[in-house]
């Protein structure tokens, strides 16, 4: 009696879990009319062309970094082997299936923005090879991550994933002015350029998506965006902060980037979505 009344239970709970995770899909999934708004035959045919011309480094050539200095940067490309496109590489929130598919375009673009990515893990994997150090299959920071990307919808998750390429390209814009290996630095310009263009694809899906998010709406969500932009920059440089710090970075420098890159973004996305400051302004009252 005990058992079937248990079973029920599960049953009724498993069921409210699949409503409740059906429903927060239905309201974290970006609109449909949002889709439709973004050129996605522009972005097959972007992700086409960086396919192009991408030199890889010389891996072979000799390194002018002592090994003292090696020592402190390689724990820090090891985790980038792993966060950059070394662990899922796909979209893995509960409802991204629905997103991914939706039609062939928005498929092609979210697969050749994760090969890109993959394309990142295998870069950093030749660097870490290069000084001697090993390929991890696990970082708490990493497991953290994946968690919330997976938990809270798929709207979150390419936010998350966006804040993520924002500040790693703080990351690399520092790394590549601070280091004195030429491989790393053509590297890093390469994982940049790619980076470019994933963040103008985000400015692109989100000004279509948030052209009606005017007035407090929209303070609110630069408010977020700054706050969790910054949250994301600390966690990384509280780990990667004192590997580059032997090569001469600075906290000062780190955050500069961050603030740049963050500001730049919020800005393009106003105007994008025709919302220029005063028009923001005149739409809150
Ligand atoms: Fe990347
Ligand atoms: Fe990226």
């Known amino acids: 009696m005990k058992i079937s009344m248990m079973r029920v239970a599960m049953s009724l ?70 966060g ?19 039609t062939r375009n928005v498929q092609r673009v979210v697969d050749a ?30 497991s953290a ?3 919330v990307r997976r938990f809270l919808g798929v709207r979150f998750e390419l936010e998350t994933l966006l804040l993520t390429e924002i ?8 790394l590549k002015r601070n280091v004195e290996d030429r491989p790393l630095k053509e590297m890093c310009a390469l994982i940049l350029r790619d980076e470019a263009g994933h963040i103008a694809f985000h400015l692109e899906r989100l000004a279509a998506a948030d052209r009606s998010v005017v007035g407090i709406r929209r303070q609110l969500w630069e408010a977020q965006f700054w706050l969790l932009g910054f949250t994301a920059a600390t966690v990384l440089w509280v780990n990667h902060g004192p ?14 980037e961050v603030r740049r890159e963050i500001f730049r973004f919020v800005l393009r996305l106003k105007r994008r979505a025709g ?9 809150s009252h």
Not at 84 to 102: K, M, Q, T
Not at 123 to 130: F, M, N, S
Not at 275 to 283: G, K, M, S
């Open 145 to 147: 991550f994946c968690a």
């Open 167 to 174: 500040v790693s390209s703080a990351y690399y814009r520092v």
């Open 243 to 256: 590997c580059l710090w032997p090569l001469g970075a600075t906290n000062g420098e780190f955050y500069r």
């Open 113 to 142: 923005w994760f090969e890109e990515e993959k394309g990142h893990a295998r870069l950093l994997g030749r660097a870490v090879d290069r000084f001697g150090g090993k390929h991890i299959k696990t970082h708490w920071s990493f």
């Open 13 to 82: 709970m498993k069921d409210l879990s699949s409503r409740a995770g059906r429903e927060l899909g239905r309201l974290t999934a970006p609109s449909a009319e949002s889709l439709r708004e973004v050129d996605w035959e522009k972005w097959v045919r972007h992700f086409e062309r960086n396919k192009r011309n991408r030199p890889e480094p010389d891996w072979d050539v000799a390194t002018r970094i002592s090994p003292g200095i090696v020592n402190a940067l390689l724990p820090s490309l090891e985790q980038f082997e792993l």
């Open 84 to 102: 950059d496109g070394g662990g899922p590489a796909c979209l893995i929130a509960f409802d991204a299936e629905a997103f991914r598919s939706c």
């Open 275 to 283: 919302l220029e400051p005063w028009n923001v302004q005149i739409a």
